[in-house]
Protein backbone atom coordinates (compact mmCIF):
# COMPACT_ATOMS: atom_id res chain seq x y z
CA UNK A 1 0.00 0.00 0.00
CA UNK A 2 1.28 3.90 -0.76
CA UNK A 3 2.59 5.65 1.82
CA UNK A 4 0.18 8.84 1.69
CA UNK A 5 2.25 10.97 4.50
CA UNK A 6 2.02 14.76 4.46
CA UNK A 7 5.66 15.65 3.68
CA UNK A 8 5.08 18.88 6.35
CA UNK A 9 2.86 17.36 8.79
CA UNK A 10 4.31 14.00 8.53
CA UNK A 11 0.73 12.71 9.30
CA UNK A 12 -1.06 9.74 7.45
CA UNK A 13 -4.22 11.09 5.47
CA UNK A 14 -6.63 9.86 2.82
CA UNK A 15 -5.80 11.01 -1.13
CA UNK A 16 -8.97 13.17 -1.15
CA UNK A 17 -6.85 15.46 1.85
CA UNK A 18 -3.75 15.48 -0.05
CA UNK A 19 -2.37 17.14 -2.94
CA UNK A 20 0.24 14.92 -4.74
CA UNK A 21 3.60 16.00 -6.52
CA UNK A 22 5.62 14.29 -9.22
CA UNK A 23 8.76 15.86 -10.78
CA UNK A 24 8.94 16.60 -14.76
CA UNK A 25 11.80 15.83 -16.95
CA UNK A 26 13.05 19.35 -16.34
CA UNK A 27 13.42 18.63 -12.03
CA UNK A 28 10.65 21.12 -11.58
CA UNK A 29 7.62 19.83 -8.90
CA UNK A 30 4.33 19.35 -10.64
CA UNK A 31 1.32 19.19 -8.88
CA UNK A 32 -0.65 16.38 -9.95
CA UNK A 33 -4.44 16.86 -8.81
CA UNK A 34 -5.70 13.74 -10.71
CA UNK A 35 -3.18 11.60 -9.24
CA UNK A 36 -2.16 9.85 -12.23
CA UNK A 37 0.84 11.51 -13.83
CA UNK A 38 3.61 8.66 -13.71
CA UNK A 39 6.53 8.64 -11.53
CA UNK A 40 7.76 8.85 -7.77
CA UNK A 41 5.46 11.38 -5.73
CA UNK A 42 5.39 13.10 -2.56
CA UNK A 43 2.43 14.12 -0.55
CA UNK A 44 1.09 17.33 1.05
CA UNK A 45 -1.81 17.99 2.61
CA UNK A 46 -3.94 19.77 0.45
CA UNK A 47 -4.16 23.57 2.31
CA UNK A 48 -2.33 26.68 0.67
CA UNK A 49 -0.37 26.89 4.21
CA UNK A 50 1.33 23.80 3.82
CA UNK A 51 2.11 23.58 0.21
CA UNK A 52 3.81 27.04 0.76
CA UNK A 53 5.94 25.65 4.12
CA UNK A 54 6.75 22.46 1.95
CA UNK A 55 8.03 24.86 -0.60
CA UNK A 56 9.63 27.49 1.28
CA UNK A 57 11.69 24.79 3.96
CA UNK A 58 13.01 22.84 0.73
CA UNK A 59 10.87 19.76 1.90
CA UNK A 60 10.39 18.83 -1.80
CA UNK A 61 13.92 18.13 -2.28
CA UNK A 62 14.25 16.06 0.94
CA UNK A 63 11.15 14.22 -0.07
CA UNK A 64 12.34 13.27 -3.75
CA UNK A 65 16.17 12.69 -2.78
CA UNK A 66 17.17 15.20 -5.46
CA UNK A 67 17.58 18.60 -6.57
CA UNK A 68 14.27 19.62 -7.50
CA UNK A 69 13.01 23.58 -8.75
CA UNK A 70 10.12 24.30 -7.08
CA UNK A 71 8.15 27.58 -8.74
CA UNK A 72 7.78 30.35 -6.98
CA UNK A 73 4.27 30.18 -7.49
CA UNK A 74 3.65 26.63 -6.52
CA UNK A 75 0.56 28.37 -4.14
CA UNK A 76 -1.51 29.87 -6.97
CA UNK A 77 -0.70 27.49 -9.30
CA UNK A 78 -2.19 24.37 -7.21
CA UNK A 79 -5.16 26.78 -6.30
CA UNK A 80 -5.96 27.82 -10.19
CA UNK A 81 -5.78 23.87 -10.87
CA UNK A 82 -8.19 23.21 -8.29
CA UNK A 83 -10.31 25.77 -9.52
CA UNK A 84 -10.41 24.67 -13.11
CA UNK A 85 -10.86 21.40 -12.07
CA UNK A 86 -14.23 22.21 -9.84
CA UNK A 87 -15.25 24.36 -12.60
CA UNK A 88 -14.80 21.69 -15.82
CA UNK A 89 -16.84 19.57 -13.15
CA UNK A 90 -19.61 22.13 -12.74
CA UNK A 91 -20.00 22.18 -16.35
CA UNK A 92 -20.29 19.12 -17.08
CA UNK A 93 -23.14 18.82 -14.22
CA UNK A 94 -24.56 21.67 -15.76
CA UNK A 95 -24.98 19.64 -19.06
CA UNK A 96 -26.54 16.29 -16.63
CA UNK A 97 -29.17 18.54 -15.36
CA UNK A 98 -28.13 18.64 -11.99
CA UNK A 99 -27.39 22.78 -11.69
CA UNK A 100 -29.97 25.51 -11.43
CA UNK A 101 -29.14 28.77 -11.55
CA UNK A 102 -30.89 32.15 -10.76
CA UNK A 103 -31.86 33.22 -7.24
CA UNK A 104 -35.56 32.21 -7.26
CA UNK A 105 -34.68 28.25 -8.74
CA UNK A 106 -31.83 28.18 -6.64
CA UNK A 107 -33.65 28.95 -3.34
CA UNK A 108 -37.22 26.61 -4.28
CA UNK A 109 -34.36 23.73 -4.99
CA UNK A 110 -33.13 24.51 -1.24
CA UNK A 111 -36.74 24.48 -0.01
CA UNK A 112 -37.41 21.42 -1.52
CA UNK A 113 -34.29 19.15 -0.60
CA UNK A 114 -33.45 18.73 -4.10
CA UNK A 115 -30.21 20.82 -3.33
CA UNK A 116 -26.69 19.31 -2.46
CA UNK A 117 -24.58 22.68 -2.22
CA UNK A 118 -25.36 26.02 -2.95
CA UNK A 119 -22.73 28.43 -4.64
CA UNK A 120 -22.47 32.29 -4.66
CA UNK A 121 -20.80 34.38 -6.91
CA UNK A 122 -18.05 36.59 -5.09
CA UNK A 123 -20.16 39.80 -6.42
CA UNK A 124 -23.49 38.44 -4.88
CA UNK A 125 -25.37 40.77 -2.45
CA UNK A 126 -25.49 40.87 0.94
CA UNK A 127 -29.73 40.54 0.68
CA UNK A 128 -29.20 37.75 -1.87
CA UNK A 129 -27.33 35.87 0.23
CA UNK A 130 -29.31 36.02 3.09
CA UNK A 131 -32.35 35.14 1.76
CA UNK A 132 -31.34 31.59 0.70
CA UNK A 133 -29.43 31.09 3.92
CA UNK A 134 -32.88 31.70 5.30
CA UNK A 135 -34.31 28.79 3.24
CA UNK A 136 -31.13 26.53 3.74
CA UNK A 137 -31.93 27.40 7.65
CA UNK A 138 -35.66 26.57 6.75
CA UNK A 139 -34.55 22.98 6.14
CA UNK A 140 -32.01 21.92 8.93
CA UNK A 141 -35.30 23.25 11.37
CA UNK A 142 -37.70 21.27 9.51
CA UNK A 143 -35.36 18.05 9.88
CA UNK A 144 -33.97 18.38 6.57
CA UNK A 145 -29.95 17.97 5.72
CA UNK A 146 -27.79 20.81 6.05
CA UNK A 147 -27.00 22.48 2.58
CA UNK A 148 -23.38 23.60 2.41
CA UNK A 149 -22.72 26.77 1.07
CA UNK A 150 -19.36 28.52 -1.21
CA UNK A 151 -18.62 31.50 -2.18
CA UNK A 152 -15.48 30.68 -4.45
CA UNK A 153 -15.62 32.09 -7.76
CA UNK A 154 -16.23 35.43 -9.52
CA UNK A 155 -19.53 35.96 -12.00
CA UNK A 156 -17.59 35.42 -15.02
CA UNK A 157 -16.18 32.36 -14.21
CA UNK A 158 -19.71 30.87 -12.71
CA UNK A 159 -21.44 32.15 -15.44
CA UNK A 160 -18.76 30.83 -17.92
CA UNK A 161 -18.98 27.27 -16.58
CA UNK A 162 -22.71 27.07 -16.39
CA UNK A 163 -23.01 28.72 -20.22
CA UNK A 164 -25.28 31.88 -18.57
CA UNK A 165 -25.33 34.94 -18.68
CA UNK A 166 -24.67 36.88 -14.57
CA UNK A 167 -24.94 33.54 -12.84
CA UNK A 168 -24.86 34.81 -9.37
CA UNK A 169 -26.13 32.32 -7.50
CA UNK A 170 -26.63 28.12 -8.17
CA UNK A 171 -27.32 25.28 -6.85
CA UNK A 172 -25.67 22.03 -7.51
CA UNK A 173 -28.69 18.68 -7.17
CA UNK A 174 -28.06 15.91 -5.58
CA UNK A 175 -26.82 12.94 -7.67
CA UNK A 176 -24.10 11.38 -8.85
CA UNK A 177 -22.82 14.51 -11.27
CA UNK A 178 -23.50 16.53 -7.87
CA UNK A 179 -21.80 14.61 -5.53
CA UNK A 180 -18.72 15.04 -7.86
CA UNK A 181 -18.87 18.89 -8.00
CA UNK A 182 -19.56 18.79 -4.33
CA UNK A 183 -16.43 16.61 -3.62
CA UNK A 184 -14.51 19.30 -5.85
CA UNK A 185 -15.87 22.35 -4.20
CA UNK A 186 -15.31 20.87 -0.58
CA UNK A 187 -11.02 20.49 -1.65
CA UNK A 188 -11.17 24.01 -3.33
CA UNK A 189 -12.56 25.33 -0.25
CA UNK A 190 -10.20 23.63 2.35
CA UNK A 191 -7.12 24.36 0.40
CA UNK A 192 -7.95 27.93 0.46
CA UNK A 193 -8.68 27.92 4.49
CA UNK A 194 -12.64 28.15 4.21
Not at 11 to 16: G, H, I, M
Not at 45 to 52: D, G, K, M, S, V
Not at 130 to 142: D, E, T, Y
Request: with cysteine; net charge positive.
Amino acid sequence: MNDRTCIVTRRQAEPDDLIRFVVGPDSTVVPDIKRSLPGRGCWVAAERLHIETAAAKNLFARAFKAKVNVPADLGAMVDALLARHALGMLGMARKAGAVVFGATKVEASVRSGLALCVLHANEASQDGIRKISQARRAVVHLGGPAIAAYKLFPEADLSLALGGTNVIHAAVLAGDAGKAVLKRMVALDRYRGG
